[in-house]
């Protein structure tokens, strides 16, 4: 072996070595990180995932609460009455407009009119939050 290819080849060995320092703190998503109460590997997706759930959730809620006040605070009585039943707000079912309609004895243009303008206004409620 001549002495440039022993050079060539600790040249190579230091830049591998330099390159495993470099990356010795990096950590992969999907790398173990560290155990849940059962033994099962944890990873950082996991987590991440979770959190984002959570968040998402907590928005939700928020939201869905601000929305309950804005229909009580911005709404007429009839408007109310069709928001809640066309989108199931009371825990019940959510129904077509003219469902709606027949239930509460008027047409179901009227009931479009109706659900067009109090979406609207709900639009803007919240765009003022």
Do not use: C, W
Not at 11 to 26: C, P, Q, V
Not at 39 to 44: A, D, I, S, V, W
Not at 80 to 105: F, H, N, S
């Amino acid at each position: 072996m001549t002495y440039r290819h022993k050079e060539r080849i600790e040249n190579e060995i230091l830049m591998y070595f330099r390159s495993l320092k470099k990356s010795a703190g990096d950590v992969f998503i999907n790398d173990t990180i560290d155990t849940d109460k059962d033994g099962n590997p944890l990873t950082l997706i996991d987590i991440i995932s979770d959190e984002l759930s959570i968040i998402d959730s907590i928005d939700l809620k928020i939201k869905s609460e601000q929305l309950k006040k804005m229909i009580l605070e911005l709404l007429e009585p009839r408007e109310q009455v069709i928001i809640r039943t066309r989108y199931g707000l009371d825990g019940k079912a959510p129904l077509t407009q003219r469902e709606v309609a027949e239930k509460m004895g008027i047409s179901r243009s009227y009931v479009s009119r109706i659900e067009k303008k109090s979406i609207s206004v709900l639009q803007k409620g919240f765009e003022k939050l």
